[in-house]
């Protein structure tokens, strides 16, 4: 069992940073592949990044390569987004998730945080 708490969600202006942080709970943490997912008003929930328990591949969305970074920290349960250069369009609440495996579509990811939520203003 993995309980996953996000945080570090807000308003931004355009063209900011932020950094949104996960804790998870759970003695196997180490071993899922953890994943940032998204989802604005009236959209569907998109990937957003992922990184592996092996090795710590990172995989992002091609729209958002280069400006967010997914990251974790094993020894201390916690993985991290940073994003930069915000734009409107990515306001939406930011949801962590954890999986064993590794891979851009929701279903694959077994346990979700209640979700943060990013504003980005123009």
């Known amino acids: 069992q993995v309980q996953l708490v996000e945080s570090g969600g807000g308003l931004v202006q355009a063209g900011d940073s932020l950094r949104l942080s996960c804790a998870a709970s759970g003695r196997t943490f180490s071993r899922y592949t953890m994943a940032w997912f998204r989802q604005g008003v009236g959209k569907e929930r998109e990937f957003v990044a992922s990184?592996?328990?092996?090795?710590?591949?990172?995989y992002y969305a091609d729209s958002l390569k280069g400006r967010f970074t997914i990251s974790r920290d094993n020894a201390k349960n916690m993985v991290y987004l940073q994003m930069n250069s915000l734009k409107p369009e990515d306001t939406a609440v930011y949801y962590c998730?954890?999986?064993?495996?590794?891979?851009?579509?929701?279903?694959?990811?077994?346990?979700w945080g209640q979700g943060t939520q990013v504003t980005v203003s123009s």
């Open positions: 998730a954890a999986g064993y495996y590794s891979g851009r579509t929701s279903g694959l990811y077994d346990y």
């Open positions: 990184v592996r328990w092996t090795g710590g591949s990172t």
